[in-house]
């Protein structure tokens, strides 16, 4: 089988963990995800993800709160699911790694980039929870930094829609899919795919983004086979 991409980094929101319910973990939906990506680590593409936390808590959301403490609790509740998507790989089989940029080492392994090498290339999923590790910066940035630090191929952003659009799908019937972009369209025009740290970490470092739909079942796979699904943005 012909593999575009020898090395992934997939970004996962909260959110799609849930499900169809608004917040936690809908464990069923969970198991969905994982079993497509251990159909695609099996094929022998490596496997990295960085999953957001936004099924638990939204950051920005909580200005009472002070903004360190606020992005503490998010890096939690990506952990929270991290743990989740790791248990759900064990019970497929999969062999996986959890890491946090946060030390919580009865929880999971800190994250030290040399080992997420040594562990993809043993064949390992390799799950990154806490984003950066620090406040101030979304999960988004963190998967461009993780990318770039493993030399990923492509961060493959998974979402609810099939890819970027030129207006919002939902809201306008005239809105058209984008299939190919840009980072400096992305940032000029503000479209709606990473915010602007994590797009220009991701054109500083020639890391192509591809923005599709993981609500459809077998596109993942189709992704990694190179097929034309979503949007793609780069140069």
């Known amino acids: ?14 959110e799609a963990l849930a ?8 464990f069923d939906r969970v198991l969905e995800i994982c079993r497509e990506v251990k159909e695609v680590s099996d094929l022998g593409v490596q496997v990295a993800i960085v999953v957001g936390g936004g099924n638990f808590w939204r950051g920005k959301s909580n200005q009472q709160m002070d903004r360190c403490t606020s992005d503490y609790i998010g890096m939690l509740g990506t952990t929270m699911n991290a743990l989740a998507l790791g248990d759900a790989f064990k019970q497929l089989g999969a062999d996986v790694r959890v890491q946090t940029g946060v030390e919580m080492r009865q929880i999971a392994e800190f994250y030290i980039k040399d080992k997420a090498d ?23 940035t ?13 961060v493959l952003k998974a979402t609810k829609v099939d890819g970027i659009y030129t207006a919002d799908p939902k809201v306008d019937e005239n809105a058209t899919l984008i299939e190919e972009t840009t980072y400096m369209e992305v940032l000029n025009k503000k479209l709606n795919v990473m915010d602007a740290t994590a797009t ?13 739909n993981i609500n459809k079942a077998g596109n993942l796979l189709r992704v990694v086979q190179g097929e034309r699904i979503g949007t793609i943005v780069e140069k």
């Open 1 to 14: 089988m012909n593999l575009k991409y020898k090395r992934v980094l997939l970004k996962l929101s909260g």
């Open 118 to 140: 040594i562990d993809l290339n043993k064949g390992r999923i390799v799950i990154f929870g806490c984003g950066t590790g620090l406040p101030f910066f979304s999960t988004d």
């Open 200 to 212: 220009t970490l991701c054109m500083d470092n020639h890391i192509p983004i591809r923005v599709f």
């Open 19 to 26: 499900g169809t319910d608004a917040k936690g973990i809908n």
């Open 142 to 154: 963190a998967a461009a930094l993780r990318s770039a630090e493993i030399n990923a191929d492509v």
